[in-house]
């Protein structure tokens, strides 16, 4: 996992007007969180109180209170979880992800723009969005800097204030209709889009509001959009979230609204529904039109809903968030997956071998998991009425298969489980079936075996007879070349023993591996094998096992 730096142009200060734009803006009744390859960026708790130091060198006298005050005013929200440290001065006099974060004045070589007065650089992990470190330059090139409001100078707890809602990854909020392309904070077009608003909007009042003048101090103190964006990313009180009344799953036609609107509820961790929370959603995989893509809150069942258009019949994810981060993921125009039988001797129109066998059998049952998606089973469960009872426990009948060889899901990936099954006085009525899910919509393809009601009745167990003594007294096995199917090597052999017995042979490709049955013809004094195993990375061996378990396992072919 790789760490980032990056390094945002927060905030402009001028005697007259100016701004400056950095990625997107919220709504004026939004807060706007920021992001790094689709992951909200915040500090981990294990790395609370975060540290902060102070580089004296350039500043004006009172620093130290300004500063620490701005950082006391997001500590004392109280619907967050967030706390400070300042560990003191620092003569460090550069930025950079080493461990202490900083705040410093740049007295010359300020290579930000003389436009630009303050610059955040926020280090995030990119796979995570774990902020790892921070640090807030002040521009004392091009501007004056006071403690004391001070006339034509910009005041540094005012701005320290703004500066550190980035530190902590929130970010700015912008005025209504606030040109998408504005990135050039002299364009003609982006201080008429500011003009253009009448009066002045509650939102410009923000701490988190974009612009600043001289000898302003307002940002000193955080209003709801600010309270609201803390308390969203450092909750006091931790919240879940859960998708409601079916909506995930839906297919859409493009350009059409989804017939249900997506809809969650927030509630705390005792179920109870919170009114008054804030979700946001948006989409990290796909396209399309989410009715609202700033944060909307709860009501008072604690749900909030959007309504979503895709823009064509892609697969498409739609993801919400809660406070602290909780998540959920809504899905649209998701493929089903599919089961499918493997298709070999035995295991044409079922996933079981042997269907008859006693209480010392190990029972193989084997299927195919696909997903043109490309999706891993979620769920991949195999349920077997151990007892015959004709009820499935959840507990001791219900059990995770394994993959075996690749992990192609696309193209196919093959599922196994072995286990032998006591004799029991319902040894005739054992059944079992496969619940395999991506998720969102449990696998179809196969007919039978796919749900409670369409269990095979299979395997037959039969108590176990009077010992048998089989020894082996010839064994010739040869492997035949391998045909279409790449996965598996045929093979034929003979087993001959001394008396005569009701007997088959099972055979493991091996040693670590789940026993794999052949078909096997029993006449006098001989069993005749003809079967396939599979080729697990390149190579196959064959283990006999004889029905008694006298006798150790022997080696018998191996490629």
Not at 36 to 46: C, D, F, G, P
Not at 200 to 221: D, F, G, L, N, S
Request: charged residues 20%.
């Amino acid at each position: 996992m790789s760490t980032i730096s990056k390094k945002i142009k927060r905030f402009v200060g001028v005697s007259i007007i100016a701004f400056f734009f950095v990625g997107f803006c919220g709504e004026a009744s939004s807060f706007v969180l920021q992001k790094i390859s689709l992951k909200y960026e915040r500090w981990q708790k294990s790395d609370i109180p975060v540290s902060y130091h102070i580089n004296p060198s350039g500043f004006p006298s009172g620093v130290v209170d300004a500063v620490t005050d701005a950082f006391q005013t997001w500590e004392d929200v109280g619907t967050a979880d967030i706390s400070f440290s300042y560990d003191g001065f620092t003569t460090i006099d550069t930025i950079g992800n080493d461990g202490t974060n900083v705040v410093l004045m740049v007295t010359n070589n300020w290579t930000r723009g003389s436009n630009v007065a303050a610059y955040s650089t926020v280090y995030v992990n990119a796979s995570t969005g774990a902020i790892e470190g921070a640090d807030i330059e002040f521009n004392g090139v091009n501007y004056s800097w006071s403690t004391s409001g001070e006339s034509g100078k910009l005041d540094i707890q005012n701005m320290a204030t703004h500066e550190i809602g980035h530190f902590i990854g929130i970010d700015h909020i912008c005025d209504v209709g606030y040109p998408d392309n504005c990135q050039d904070p002299t364009s003609l077009t982006c201080r008429q889009c500011i003009d253009d608003v009448p009066d002045i909007p509650p939102h410009r009042e923000a701490t988190m509001y974009h612009v600043m003048a001289a000898k302003e101090t307002k940002k000193q103190t955080l209003e709801q959009y600010d309270i609201d964006a803390v308390s969203f990313l450092y909750p006091e009180t931790p919240v879940s979230i859960e998708i409601v009344d079916d909506t995930n799953g839906q297919d859409g036609e493009p350009g059409e609204e989804l017939e249900k609107p997506l809809k969650v509820r927030v509630t705390d961790r005792q179920g109870k529904p919170l009114e008054g929370q804030f979700v946001i959603f948006d989409i990290p995989t796909g396209t399309g039109e989410l009715g609202d893509e700033y944060p909307i809150p709860t009501d008072m069942s604690g749900e909030a809903q959007t309504t979503f258009t895709p823009d064509t019949s892609e697969r498409t994810k739609i993801r919400v968030m809660a406070a602290g981060l909780e998540r959920e993921e809504f899905w649209v125009n998701n493929n089903a997956p599919v089961l499918s039988w493997i298709g070999v001797t035995g295991y044409e129109n079922d996933a079981l071998e042997p269907e008859v066998g006693y209480g010392d059998t190990v029972f193989s049952y084997y299927i195919i998991y696909s997903d043109a998606d490309g999706d891993a089973p979620a769920v991949r469960r195999i349920w077997i009425d151990m007892n015959g009872d004709d009820h499935f426990d959840k507990i001791d009948e219900s059990f995770d298969m394994t993959p075996i060889g690749s992990l192609d899901y696309a193209a196919g990936v093959f599922y196994g489980y072995t286990t032998t099954i006591p004799f029991s006085a319902g040894s005739t009525n054992i059944k079992y079936y496969f619940e395999f899910s991506d998720g969102l919509i449990s696998a179809g393809g196969i007919t039978a075996a796919i749900n409670e009601d369409s269990a095979i009745n299979a395997p037959d167990v039969f108590d176990i007879p009077a010992t048998v003594h089989i020894k082996p007294h010839y064994w010739s096995l040869s492997w035949l070349d391998p045909f279409d199917n790449y996965r598996w090597k045929r093979f034929k052999g003979r087993f001959r023993y001394k008396r005569p017995v009701a007997a088959y042979i099972s055979l493991d490709y091996a040693e670590d591996e789940p026993p794999y049955y052949s078909t096997a013809d029993i006449i006098p004094e001989t069993i005749l094998l003809n079967g396939k195993v599979p080729i697990i990375e390149g190579s196959a061996k064959l283990i006999a096992k004889y029905q008694s378990q006298l006798y150790q396992s022997r080696v018998i072919a191996e490629i």
